[in-house]
């Protein structure tokens, strides 16, 4: 089964998404870029995270910065579906979960049929 869509299907959900984004949010929340439009990460650490040992697959969680930023965190998964969390302790910084990204809003794409 692929899990590959349309550009065309693309094309509607990142448009539905933009037009309600602020509308799911708490009045007192709206206009603060909380929810991102787009994130953008490195190929160099993309790749780390899947030449790991046993890494079939990247998994997408969603976490919150302290001033309530939502920030897509990436993971290797195995083909157990467990997260691969080896090289870190809970504490330091390892090389398995990749979250320093350029986040749009203010980091924005040039425009495309993705983000008109």
Do not use: W
């Not at 899990?3 to 602020?22: C, G, H, K, P």
């Not at 930023?69 to 080896?86: C, P």
């Amino acid at each position: 089964m692929s899990n590959f869509i349309s550009v065309e299907r693309a094309i509607e959900m990142t448009a539905l998404y933009r037009e309600q984004q602020d509308a799911i949010l708490a009045d007192e929340f709206r206009g603060q870029d909380i929810l991102i439009k787009s994130e953008v990460f490195s190929k160099e650490q993309v790749e780390k995270l899947l030449a790991k040992p046993g890494c079939s697959q990247l998994r997408i969680y969603y976490g919150m910065s302290k001033d309530l930023k939502v920030h897509a965190l990436l993971v290797g998964v195995n083909d157990n579906g467990e997260d691969i969390l080896k090289d870190s302790s809970l504490t330091n910084v390892g090389e398995d979960v990749i979250e320093d990204a350029k986040r749009c809003p203010p980091y924005c794409p040039p425009p495309s049929p993705l983000n008109a």
